[in-house]
């Protein structure tokens, strides 16, 4: 336990310096982060773009594409879905999806497998074009490709890893790196074994989103239920453990207001106030700075929501708004897009203007700089 009383200003000075890092070389930067969550939208690029583009020395949209061949990751579902290195998506593995598979989408399989086994790597279309499964419902009310489908069921149990994109359009390779269920059949089911690996997932979780609030450490377990789900009756032993060996404190004397951090950090190191720097840089809605909803209100006093699934009428702050980071302090949001090769930005503060300061000004021109380079435009 610390000496000096944590209090939510030093927990925010904390948050924003360890996870806004010096920036580094990619391999390096996901190794820090643990885990980057990946979504499709592009406005103005797609998020794994806009968590990376902070942390990697010159970096520019779609180079985690670009470089995923040779980086030694993974895309795989985690606490959600995104690029993790493959030690760490080998802890969730074999897995054991909560629905099984009857006999018949059993022999589907098989035969998938085989055919991409042959040609080392496949297209959806060609697998469509060989097996001609037809389509399905999907969960949204349309429908899809079956094999298509089919193809996102065998990536999740783990026959299938995702070799790359062509046009955005995932392509499927045989997962042999990976375990298969019935393979060290006893070691896979030992209480100690999954005890270590549960543990190393949640430190993964912790080292990504840390400080974290109680209730959010025990909600981000919860949502390993994605990535192992064969685990989901131990997920209360494992916040049970978490609770006991990582550093905590109670803020404000509050026992419901306890947060946690990894073993050998402290919140109240001097070295936290860099943080209050004046730069300005606006985050994906998923950057580890304010993904957790319960602590930015904790942090910065107001609500900030994600707006791209809800209906244009009822949106407060826009389809992608990006949260504007202001030093140390979440200040508003952004809407950028890009037309005719321009960068058109849109701000909002939840102050109702800009700040008036020169400083501030400044730093919004270096960052709208950073991001017409890191654009390409």
Known sequence: MPTTPVTLDALRHYAVARTLFAPTSLPAAIKRLGFVQADPIRAPARAQDLILRHRVKGYCAGDLERRYTVLGLEEDFFV??????????????????????????????????????????AHPREVDAHFAHGRVSNWFGGSTNASTQLLDGMHYRGLLRIAGRIGGVRIYAVAAHLPQAGEDAANATSAADTAKAMDALVDVIVQKYAPLPERSLRE????????????????PAAFARAKARLPSAEVNGNTRNTW???????????RHAAAQTDIVRLLAPFDPVVWDRRRFELLW????????????????RGYYALPLLWRDQVIGWGNLSVK??????????????????????AALGDELSRMESFLNL
């Open 260 to 270: 946690y951090w990894p073993p050998g950090e402290s919140p109240t190191a001097k």
């Open 340 to 361: 005719k090769g321009v960068l058109q930005t849109e701000l909002g503060y939840v102050a109702g203007q800009a700040p008036r300061d020169k400083a501030f000004r």
């Open 80 to 121: 959600n879905y995104g690029f993790l290195p493959r030690s760490t998506q080998a802890l969730m593995h074999p897995r054991t999806p909560r629905v099984t598979w009857p006999k018949a989408r059993v022999a589907q399989a098989q035969a998938v497998l085989a055919f991409v086994q042959e040609r080392g790597v």
């Open 220 to 235: 981000l377990i919860g949502m390993l239920r994605g990535g192992a789900p064969q685990w989901e009756a131990q997920r």
């Open 301 to 316: 006093g107001w609500a900030y929501r994600f707006e791209a699934y809800t209906p244009a009428p009822k949106r407060i």
